[in-house]
């Protein structure tokens, strides 16, 4: 990231020189304060998702680092060893058990990116600049009195939030209910390749307690990934009985044997 520090720099010299300049021009100073404190607010966005895009792509060849340690020892767990970091998370108090939480969910967010294809880490990217560039409209529109343009950026960023998690519930009960109508679905056998946690229900400010997990597990079946959701966390290399449609990406993993109409 040292390298983008100098980018820091330009909005803020721009900025100040076009202030000094409309002091004995015609210039409008205005125009100054936007690129001081608009570009400056642009810049930092920018290289926060710089940052976090470079820590997701890691592949922690830092050997001294407590979070390469937390990352190997959930790359090789199984299921015992998720339920023994929820455990850890719900055992501790306060700032422990803040720092385990988002550990465990920024390794599960580190994993989750390195296993998705192209097209997943490409939208994820659009979505996540999508709402970057809605954020800093509004503070833009609305710092020039523009506040059509404002409503219209604040009703845009909280739709795509809204989108998303209605998006994600739906797929959740879709896939986890097991209910199907077998004329529509096909029974086969899948191989876990990845498991990743999708959301859970946290409660508690100052102690964190994670009360329910959702994880997104991805099966190979005929070279194809299939998509599933579960309460329980499944060791790679499983295998499961699913039930997928003909097309789309998204199965059911059968949890009994009985066929439910």
């Known amino acids: 990231m040292k390298k983008f520090a100098f980018l820091g720099l330009v909005p803020i010299v721009a900025g100040v020189a076009l202030i000094a300049v409309s002091a004995f021009t015609d210039l409008d100073g205005i125009i100054g304060v936007i690129v001081l404190f608009g570009g400056s607010f642009a810049v930092a966005l920018l290289t926060s998702l710089i940052a976090v895009v470079q820590s997701l792509r890691s592949d922690g060849t830092d050997k001294k680092s407590d979070y390469k340690t937390y990352e190997e020892s959930l790359q090789q767990s199984d299921e015992e060893e998720e339920a023994h970091r929820l455990e850890e998370i719900n055992s501790s108090y306060g700032f422990d058990s803040r720092m385990a939480a988002g550990m465990h969910e920024l390794s599960h967010t580190r994993r ?82 990845c498991s990743t946690l999708s959301s859970n229900m946290t409660t508690g400010k100052n102690t964190v307690r994670i009360r329910s997990a959702v994880y997104r597990v991805q099966i190979l079946v005929g070279g194809k990934i299939y998509n599933a959701y579960s309460t329980r966390f499944y060791n790679e290399g499983e295998r499961v009985k699913i039930a997928i449609k003909s097309h789309g990406s998204l199965a059911k993993i059968i949890v009994d044997e009985k066929e439910s109409v």
Request: aromatic fraction near 16%; glycine fraction near 10%; include cysteine.
């Open 112 to 193: 989750a990116y390195r296993s998705a294809d192209r097209k997943e880490k490409f939208l994820g990217i659009l979505l996540v600049v999508s709402l970057l560039t809605m954020f800093v409209l509004i503070f833009v529109f609305g710092f020039l009195g523009l506040y059509v343009g404002t409503f219209i950026a604040a009703g845009g960023f909280v739709f795509e939030i809204v989108a998303c998690i209605i998006g994600l519930i739906i797929r959740h009960r879709i896939s986890m209910s097991q209910k199907y109508n077998p004329k529509k679905y096909q029974l086969n056998y899948g191989t876990v390749r």
